[in-house]
């Protein structure tokens, strides 16, 4: 085969293995932001899951078109490792989410935040991760979103 052949069929695989699939938060106002897509790298067995180590890097990406402006906002993200729907395990504590890309937010327009996390909690099995970005001044104003993970033991 030719070797652009190849090249090309890696990246695409490559690229599809990433993409997970999420579902919206049910707390959080759904018309404030879309979420068009949710990348998490590595993810070997998504779409459905992906499945993570502990202490291990890993980057995670969204695309999405707020519905509100915000000039100071924040993100974190927040694990339900007990399957009781109430996200109380925080994996990485509010942080302020300007650093990942230039703020204002701006209304109607499409952006990507590429973030890293590391999950080191001693919590082993399938359960759900949410990820929220919000206007520090209206919580109100939102995006979020929860996907499934599954670390091995
Ligand atoms: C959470 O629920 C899923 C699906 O219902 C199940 O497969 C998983 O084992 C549960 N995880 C824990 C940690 O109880």
């Not at 599809?16 to 106002?29: A, G, I, L, T, W």
């Amino acid at each position: 085969m030719d070797a652009r052949l190849v090249l090309f069929f890696g990246f695409f695989i490559f690229v599809h293995s990433e993409y997970v699939n999420r579902k919206s938060c049910k707390d959080v106002n759904p018309t404030k932001c879309s979420i068009h897509s949710v990348k998490l790298d590595p993810c070997p067995d998504g779409p459905a899951f992906c499945l993570l180590r502990r202490n291990k890097p890993y980057s995670l990406a969204f695309d999405f078109t707020p519905r509100f402006e915000a000039s100071k906002l924040m993100l974190s993200i927040f694990s339900d490792n007990k399957n009781s729907t109430l996200f109380d395990t925080m994996v990485t504590p509010p942080v302020d989410a300007c650093q990942y890309f230039s703020c204002p937010l701006e209304d109607n327009v499409r952006q990507v935040i590429d973030i890293d996390f590391v999950y080191e909690k001693k919590h082993y099995g399938k359960f759900p991760l949410q990820v929220k970005l919000w206007n520090d001044e209206d919580e109100t104003e939102a995006c979020c979103f929860t996907l499934n993970i599954n670390i091995l033991k």
